[in-house]
């Protein structure tokens, strides 16, 4: 079995950004803004904290292989992709290599090195958590 951990640290009335790990990779993530258990708004809220399977199969949206979280409450196609901003993920979960306020940056070189390594995996699950806010602010630009 094999786990990529989020850790989700800034919050903001735009987006959640946080961290993510899988073996020795890291790179930083943004996804909707994280609201209270049980309250969903369509296209503009983050999964919920959990752990979940991932697989890789077609995506229609994309039209090739990406990575897709099964059995999230209330949510389906949560896919793990490149974006830069809330406005690119729906509910799923951009990785960059670089984050400023609520935007990510080298959003597809992140995703082209991640790629492999969860194709890579055996028996892949993600590990999402919530953790307390840095701060009130949003995260400072970050190169790395």
Not at 39 to 59: E, R
Not at 127 to 142: G, L, N, Y
Request: proline fraction near 5%; charged fraction near 30%.
């Amino acid at each position: 079995m094999a786990e990529i951990l989020l850790k989700r640290r800034w919050y903001s009335d735009r987006s959640t950004i946080g961290s993510l790990r899988l073996g020795d990779f890291s790179c930083s993530t943004l996804e909707d803004r994280v609201r209270a258990a049980g309250v969903k708004v369509q296209d503009k809220t983050a999964i919920p904290a959990g752990i979940y399977k991932v697989v890789i199969d077609f995506s229609q949206r994309f039209q090739r292989r990406m990575p897709l979280l099964l059995d999230v409450p209330m949510f389906t196609g949560i896919r793990i992709h490149s974006g830069n901003t809330a406005v690119d993920t729906r509910g799923c979960i951009l990785v960059g290599e670089w984050r400023a306020p609520d935007w990510l940056g080298d959003s597809r070189k992140a995703f082209l090195k991640l790629f492999p390594l969860i194709d890579a995996a055996d028996d892949l699950w993600i590990t999402v958590i919530d953790e307390p806010a840095v701060d009130s602010r949003q995260p400072e630009a970050d190169v790395g």
